[in-house]
């Protein structure tokens, strides 16, 4: 049992790990975790080691979500493992929440962990799983003195006002920007053809979604035009302004007159003044410009 526990937290703080260095973990990051498999292609997922679920994978099209995130809550539809997600959330064991945000070829996932079982429901044959990656009960309000036996019925939001109040928390702010930078960069490397806009770089592991607009915050739906596709180097040299470009998407490169760089390097930041940006084929989707 102590066994099953620390393989359980211990994939927890590896799945954790990975996401400090990809905004969406790759599927080919994702196979196994010193022998233990993390995930199903999709559902739950409860590796030979454990006698519950470790995790959910919840796909682009997958037939058992087809509900947005409200707050940061989720509706998953009983599925095969079921049964053994009813033990998780009675035990509150912690679970992994795989969100797929890019299709295959080389699917990508935002990752939540750890994530609880709130709740589930027997008519409507649905759980409610919180993604904001705390114990239930632990910021919300004092733990009971006495172990419930049953699960607080699942309560979704009636109105949008309400839903309104839920997002202003933190937490739900949290999940949502997670979700939305993920769906973003996906959306933006796809229509610049995972090439930097600037050198044509095709390694989408080096590749951001550099936001040209201003505001950052999560927004209603994903507008390509909010961004650019960048390598790292190029997404730096944007956000110091040694890079710009203007409205006929030519690019600019200014070296501050304190910039330590041989002549090397200048000379590579250089290449690319005056030549025009690589855009995405579809006019309506090129880079806002005021
Ligand atoms: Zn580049």
Redesign the pocket.
């Known amino acids: 049992m102590l066994d099953e526990t620390r393989i359980r937290l211990e994939a927890i703080h590896y799945v954790r790990g990975l996401r400090e260095r990809w905004v969406a973990v790759p599927a080919s990051e994702l196979r196994q975790f010193k022998g233990v498999f993390l995930k199903g292609q999709q559902g739950i997922f409860k590796p030979a080691e454990l006698s519950d679920p470790l995790s959910i994978t919840s796909t682009i099209d997958s037939p058992y979500t087809d509900d947005p995130i409200e707050g940061s809550r989720v509706m998953y539809d009983f599925a095969p493992g079921a049964d053994g997600l009813k033990r998780c959330a009675e035990a509150e064991l912690p679970l992994i929440y795989f969100l797929q945000v890019k299709r295959k070829p080389n699917p990508e996932y935002v990752i939540f962990a750890p994530v609880y079982v709130v709740g589930w429901d027997e008519a409507t044959q649905r759980f409610l799983i919180d993604l904001a990656e705390q114990k239930p009960g632990e910021t919300m309000s004092a733990p009971p003195t006495t172990r419930q036996l049953t699960l607080p019925a699942i309560r979704t939001p009636e109105s949008p006002m309400e839903i309104r109040e839920m997002s202003k928390s933190y937490v739900v702010t949290t999940v949502q920007r997670r979700l939305y930078h993920a769906r973003f960069r996906n959306a933006v490397l796809k229509a610049y053809r995972d090439r930097?806009?600037?050198?044509?770089?095709r390694v989408r592991a080096l590749l951001d979604a550099a936001f040209v607009v201003a505001d950052r915050d999560p927004q209603p739906a994903i507008s390509v035009r909010d961004g650019i596709a960048?390598?790292?180097?190029?997404?730096r040299a944007f956000d110091a302004h040694i890079l710009t470009f203007d409205d006929e998407y030519r690019i600019h490169i200014e070296l501050p007159e304190r910039f330590e760089a041989g002549e090397g390097e200048r000379a590579m930041l250089l290449a690319?003044s005056g030549k025009t940006l690589e855009l995405p084929n579809d006019e309506e989707l090129w880079p806002a410009v005021d």
């Open positions: 930097c806009a600037v050198c044509g770089l960048l390598c790292a180097t190029h997404h690319f």
